[in-house]
């Protein structure tokens, strides 16, 4: 969106103004590509880098706005999120070596980032999602505050009339809802640019379509939140559903979610992509507006399309397509966005080799690829991928083919051709493509990440180990190593300070409650059978109402005169209660001080977690 003043469309009394701007824009672009005014006869290519920022605790750090006051607003620009940063790249002609002297200007800028954290007492983690975010850093108070984020947020809410609602299952589930788009805030992605020859707008669209799902599997890196495992690439689910602006109702509808992958092969023209975008997708921002279009090319410019750039922004296709202007000329490009931030810069530069490779290197026989592939199929394909990673299967050239061998036997080579079509320098298809052939045949982030996860687990409470998962990528990261290099976490990456814990950090989420109205006797089987010693009492709205404990087992279970009893009549009423916020030594203390060994853990009057003697 740039620096542009944005305001809600909604309830805009200049919403007149703006729908007349968004349709000169789209005649204007139509005039453009019948007066063949765009540049064709070169390629460029382009990155743009999203990164986590993070404190001493390896949690997500909350300056990102001071930390950009300090680098260069050229190249570096602010996220949603007080915890990331986006680098921008200028683009560069897709020949030579252009993929080394971009990595080698990603370094450089990224070491500029860190010599300024490092200052902030904060470091930087490349990674798809953190994986020590937390509720807590969902709070509005972690938004960047800036106009444009708070105005989108407001649109976007405003249209749902609902809380955001969230759900992801995968191997782990999560279920929850939220007031804000802040979980957009939790995904970073490398999202890659390629310039685009506009009147072969269909078959290259639809190329790029039906190769995201085998890209994707060899490049998932986001495979946590909020420790649970869930899908290979997270970011997938998670940012459809974070700016979603489709409430859920009784009613069903094909109301298509802003971010997605689409329900059919693209035809017909730019114009008539935008044009159908412009139909299927409400706009939710407005702005200030100087010349229209048309005028604009009337005096011999080139116009900029603001209104329509400002409606394209906030739809977000996994593969998107964007107009800009270079050197006074228009241009169209390709914007891939499904690829995750890390593990490493080298590895997100084979990435998007890989990815522009295979864009080049399209045989001749894929040239009207939907007559060939079904959509569906592609489109499954690409959600295969994002749940599966490697592991997925695709159907390809209607064959059935797992991820390596695809890779391996025929993406690869294609990518080669492609590049080698482009005069890339074959230093740098060979080693950038070897990562890719070596991550096949090793493993990739987001298995690196699952596997790591779980050897950690063994020996620490979930927070903990997320920490050290957090800092070992980091340490990783620092050595320059590609993810098919990377040992799995020793466990000494990051000491857990004894001080100034907090109960959230040690407490455990998966505590099995009662409600009121349950059988009293089933209640104390299910202690007495699992060995239980506290079970938080839930009323009818899951709010924490009392608590049964192991002393309960013994008085009443085995007493038939007390099998009539009801629950609400044993339960303890006068709770003494934590908050995730406590200090450790606080909680210690108050169970001290009231001889119990339990503390429920609460949210207002919503039960979040338990923690007992034993958790000392």
């Known amino acids: 969106m740039g620096e542009l003043n944005v305001e809600k469309l909604i309830g805009n009394p200049n919403k007149g103004l703006y729908l007349k701007q968004l349709m000169a824009d789209i005649k204007a672009l139509e005039l453009m590509l019948e007066n063949d005014m765009f540049e064709k006869d070169i390629s460029r290519v382009g990155i743009e880098q999203e990164f986590c920022l993070v404190n001493e605790e390896w949690e997500p750090a909350k300056n990102a706005d001071k930390i950009l006051e300090k680098l260069n607003k050229k190249y570096f620009t602010s996220e949603l999120a007080l915890y990331n940063l986006e680098i921008n790249l200028e683009p560069v002609e897709f020949k030579g070596e252009c993929f080394s002297e971009l990595h080698s200007k990603l370094n ?64 782990d589930e999560l279920n929850l809802k939220h007031d804000s788009i802040l979980y957009e805030g939790c995904n970073t992605s490398f999202q890659t640019h390629l310039q685009i020859d506009p009147n072969n707008f269909a078959d290259t669209y639809n190329w790029a379509q039906a190769i995201a799902g085998p890209v994707l599997s060899i490049c998932t890196n986001s495979p946590l939140l909020m420790g649970r495992e869930l899908w290979e690439e997270s970011r997938i689910a998670l940012f459809a559903q974070s700016v979603d602006t489709r409430a859920s109702t009784f009613v069903m509808n094909e109301r298509e979610s802003r971010v997605g992958f689409g329900n059919e092969w693209a035809q017909g023209s730019v ?161 950038y493509l070897k990562i890719i052939k070596h991550r096949v045949q090793s493993t990739n982030g987001s298995r690196w990440m699952v596997e790591g996860f779980r050897k950690l687990k063994k020996d620490y409470k979930t927070t903990d180990a997320l920490k050290i998962l957090t800092a070992t990528i980091y340490e990783r990261q620092q050595k320059g190593y590609t993810i098919d290099a990377w040992q799995l976490p020793r466990g000494d990456e990051f000491k857990i300070p004894k001080e100034n814990r907090k109960v959230g950090e040690r407490m455990n989420v998966r505590t099995i409650t009662a409600q009121e109205n349950d059988s009293l006797e089933l209640v104390l089987r299910m202690m007495q059978w699992k060995d239980i010693h506290h079970v938080p009492i839930l009323d009818n709205h899951m709010d924490l109402i009392g608590l049964l404990t192991w002393t309960d087992v013994g008085k009443y279970l085995d007493s038939p005169e007390n099998h009539g009893e009801n629950i609400k009549n044993i339960m303890k009423r006068d709770l003494v209660t934590a908050t995730p916020a406590t200090p450790l030594e606080e909680a210690k203390s108050l169970m001290q001080t009231h001889k119990i060994n339990c503390l429920p853990v609460v949210r207002g009057k919503k039960l979040v977690g338990i923690i007992t003697s034993k958790d000392f």
């Open 108 to 171: 450089e800028l990224l070491d500029q980032v860190q010599e300024v954290a490092h200052e902030n007492n904060t470091k930087m983690v490349l990674t798809g999602i953190l994986p020590t975010i937390r509720t807590k850093h969902l709070k509005l108070s972690y938004m960047t505050p800036l106009k444009r984020y708070q105005v989108l947020n407001e649109a976007i809410t405003e249209i749902r009339k609902n809380d955001i609602e969230l759900h992801i299952k995968g191997v």
């Open 271 to 431: 114009v008539d992509f935008f044009k159908d975008s412009v139909i299927r997708f409400r706009s939710i921002l407005t702005s200030d507006f100087e010349n229209d279009s048309i005028t604009e090319l009337e005096q011999g410019n080139i116009p900029k399309l603001k209104a329509l750039k400002l409606h394209n922004g906030t739809v977000y296709k996994w593969n998107r397509l964007c107009y800009g202007t270079t050197n006074g000329k228009p241009h169209m490009r390709l914007e891939n966005r499904y690829l995750p931030s890390g593990p490493s810069t080298a590895d997100e530069m084979a990435n998007m080799m890989f990815w522009v490779g295979l864009m080049k290197g399209r045989p001749k026989e894929f040239d009207n690829v939907h007559t060939i592939m079904d959509f569906k199929d592609v489109k499954s394909n690409f959600f295969n991928a994002a749940r599966y990673g490697m592991a997925a299967q695709f159907y390809w050239n209607n064959s059935l083919i797992s991820s390596h061998d695809l890779i391996l036997d025929h993406l690869l080579p294609m990518a080669y051709r492609g590049l080698y079509s482009m005069k890339v320098a074959p230093k740098d298809a060979e080693h």
